[in-house]
């Protein structure tokens, strides 16, 4: 299993939790990529967002593509996860910086596939909101052209939504970015299953998990392709004793929540299609990320891990608070005891 984490480029993931201590800021964003690599995290998502979704839309958050290409040149070993969202970026002009991007990295930047669902961002930057399974269509073509610009002298395409003609780009990237996407609905799964390498969840328990990744894999069965890889969200909230974790669970979740954070809760849930309902306490902390139940002691967590690898869960997309500190916890305390457990799997499975 990979550690990855959300680099907190909206300054923190609580929204009942004014000051997180990690500031929307890029001094803050490049000694954290810089630390994680050195404590062994493998990854970082940077999330793409005009405006805040956790603390409000009038609070500063920083731009994903612009971070993503400061950090490549100041980082050496970790994965570049970034979000692009089809509707904000022509896919030939994105397919060129992204691959400009890819060596400044030395061929470590990956793209997480976001088919947008926040509708009065996209008006209050002048860009076209589809409907849901639209924007689905909008991102299967999106995917089809960077996919053929990278992979093509020149590249000509008639679509729906683009079209190119006899396009060329150079330098291709290192090789072919891995692309990553979520989504719950029929349609996501559908392009999914089709179109991208690997599928991420937000956070729910092991057993749910499972349960995603077997239908996923049927679906790419059926779609053809090689098998894809799969990641989990998941808040983590690592104490000395259970009671410690339960005390902060209480203090995260104590739902006073600010009107313009709450307005964007709502939004999401409406154009989004989930699977459950969302309860209220869950505004509290983004992504779900509390049903992964990464609550608890050190070794309660890493059996928790175990779990989710025994699912057939490759990656986890880590949120901590304040980022750093907790991080840093999880990597002294956490990651040996997961390690060891899965040491201990294999030998006995070897036996």
Partial sequence: ???????????????????????????????????????????????????????????????????????????????????????????????????????????????????????????????????????????????????????????????????????????????QPVFYAGGESEAGKTLIARSCDAYLTHGDPPDVIAAKIDDMRQRRAIAGGPPQTFGVSGYVICRDTEEAAQAELDRITDVNASADGFRNFEEWVTHSKLERALAIREYSVSNRGLRSGLIGTPEQIAERLFAFEQAGVDLVLLQFSPQAEEMERFAEQVIPRFNALAAQNREVGAH
């Avoid at 923190?12 to 000051?19: E, S």
């Avoid at 030939?92 to 961002?121: C, M, P, T, Y």
């Fill in 1 to 175: 299993m990979r550690f990855g984490y959300w680099m907190p480029v909206f300054g923190g993931w609580l929204r009942n939790v004014n000051d997180e201590q990690m500031e929307a800021t890029w001094d803050y964003a490049r000694q954290l990529a810089q630390l994680s690599e050195q404590i062994g995290f493998d990854l970082t998502l940077i999330a793409e967002l005009c405006l805040n979704d956790i603390k409000g839309a009038s609070e500063p958050s920083l731009d994903a593509w612009s971070t993503a290409a400061a950090l490549a040149a100041v980082t050496e070993t970790q994965e570049l996860m970034v979000a692009v969202r089809p509707s904000f970026h022509n896919p030939a002009l994105f397919a060129k910086q992204a691959a400009n991007i890819d060596h400044i990295s030395k061929g470590r930047l990956s793209l997480n596939v976001v088919s947008s669902w926040w509708k009065s961002e996209s008006e209050q930057y002048g860009i076209a909101f589809d409907d849901h399974d639209r924007r689905y269509d909008r991102t299967s073509e999106w995917i089809d052209v960077v996919r053929g610009l990278w992979s093509h002298a020149t590249f000509s395409y008639d679509g729906e939504f683009y079209t190119t003609k006899d396009t060329q780009l150079f330098p291709k990237p290192y090789g």
